[in-house]
């Protein structure tokens, strides 16, 4: 089972072993990604060691090659933070490389179904790791929108103090009570979230400083209401 691949210089009669076609792709794509950037292989090196990380010219050179056996995770991660990329994009090179074998002794898959399983949107069962990943996701979706919302209530107060004339006023005091209630209704999502995660033995994300008191009871608010 080959990893049918479109970078320059790849023999169909050669069979890798798996883990030495990762290593091929992900290999093919540093030097892809390098040379769309103009970059030479000491460039390369000079990013690497500002990062805080060295990887010799010859480490990468001799990488890109294929003389070099290992790759550590840790320099995939530094070698696409240096190369203005994902490390995910060097493992899984979207638009480069047609198919992957993700796993030993499977048949090549596309690349896009390939990053699903290492991303872990792909629909497998792995019970309360699964779960978690979905709750954290879930928790981001919900906190994305209730900033929004926030946001969109502080403009429309502001639109209101404003507002020239009572019709400016009105429009802007519907919009603002429509924004509430999306905050509400995000920042009750994002509590059950924030629960779930606490549930299943986890500890959520810090929330940012306009929803920091959503792990406080709710008390009501009036002030709003009063300014209007």
């Known amino acids: 089972m080959t990893q049918r691949r479109l970078h320059p210089g790849y023999d169909e009669d050669d069979v890798p072993e798996w883990a030495d076609q990762v290593m091929a792709t992900v290999a093919g794509e540093v030097r892809r990604r390098r040379k769309e950037l103009g970059m030479s292989a000491q460039d390369l090196a000079d990013a690497c060691e500002e990062i805080g990380y060295p990887i010799p010219r010859n ?6 090659s294929g003389r070099r056996a290992t ?12 190369l203005h ?3 995910i994009c060097l493992l899984y090179p979207l638009g480069y490389v047609e ?16 990053m699903h399983w290492f991303t872990g949107d792909r629909p497998d069962d792995f019970g309360m790791e ?3 990943l979905r709750n954290y996701r879930a928790h981001a979706s919900h906190q994305r929108a209730a900033i929004a919302a ?14 020239a004339n009572p019709t400016e006023r009105e429009e802007a005091l519907l919009a603002h009570e429509e924004y509430a209630e ?8 994002l509590r059950s979230a924030r629960a779930f995660i606490r549930e299943d033995g986890g500890t959520p994300p810090t929330l940012p400083p306009e929803l920091a008191d959503l792990d406080t009871p709710e008390t009501p608010n009036t002030t709003e209401e009063n300014e209007f």
Do not use: C, D
Not at 59 to 64: C, D, L, P
Not at 71 to 82: G, I, N, Q, R
Not at 99 to 114: G, K, N
Not at 182 to 189: C, I, M, N, S, V
């Open 182 to 189: 999306r905050a509400a209704h995000a920042k009750e999502r």
């Open 99 to 114: 198919e992957v074998q993700r796993l030993p002794l499977r048949h090549s898959e596309p690349t896009w179904e390939a």
């Open 130 to 132: 699964a779960e978690m």
């Open 85 to 87: 990329t994902y490390p």
């Open 59 to 64: 480490v990468i050179a001799n990488m890109e």
């Open 150 to 163: 926030i946001a969109g209530e502080k403009h429309e107060r502001w639109r209101f103090e404003k507002a």
């Open 71 to 82: 790759l550590p995770l840790v320099e995939v991660m530094v070698l696409a933070k240096a």
